[in-house]
């Protein structure tokens, strides 16, 4: 399976709403492998998430999952609606594959409802908490043409990974294992 490059902040796809995937369109080959292809982009990037539109694709599509710890099952998502369950914002580290070598805390709904279609077309309808939310808010962010900086609250937080696993790894949890997306 092919690895796609990544597209930085700064190429369009970025800041452009996506386009909803026709439901007849699920099936086509092209769709498919381009799945694939973000999979394998996504593990060869050691990333927990890829929206298409970080390919370059402005199309209503992210794939995401991690082996863990915490384990988070793979998933497609295609043409997702979120709705942010009840609870109080939580602020993590965040980064981005389209935004390398940066970290920032992040704000984000403790659990969403995420509703959406599978790789097959099938509805999908479940709630997300924890890491995987915050994944999940994440990428969807993507589709709308949204990166984790317009979420921060702080841009003093903002930094380099390595520099915070430097002077930061006594008392909190490494960057590195944080979402990146
Ligand atoms: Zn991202």
Known sequence: MPILPIVKLGHPALRTPAQPIPAE???DPGLQALIDDMAATMAEARGVGLAAPQVGREIQLFV????????IPFRTVINPM???QPGELLYEWEGCLSIPDLRGLVPRHPAVRVQGLDREGRPLDYVASGFEARIVQHE?????GVVYLDRMRDLRSLA???ELDRFL???AP???????G
């Open 25 to 27: 369109g699920i099936a």
């Open 64 to 71: 995401y999952g991690a082996p863990g710890p915490p384990e």
């Open 82 to 84: 979120l709705t942010p």
């Open 140 to 144: 969807f962010d993507h589709l709308n």
């Open 160 to 162: 380099y990974a390595d």
């Open 169 to 171: 790894s006594r008392e």
């Open 174 to 180: 490494a960057p590195e294992e944080t979402a990146v």
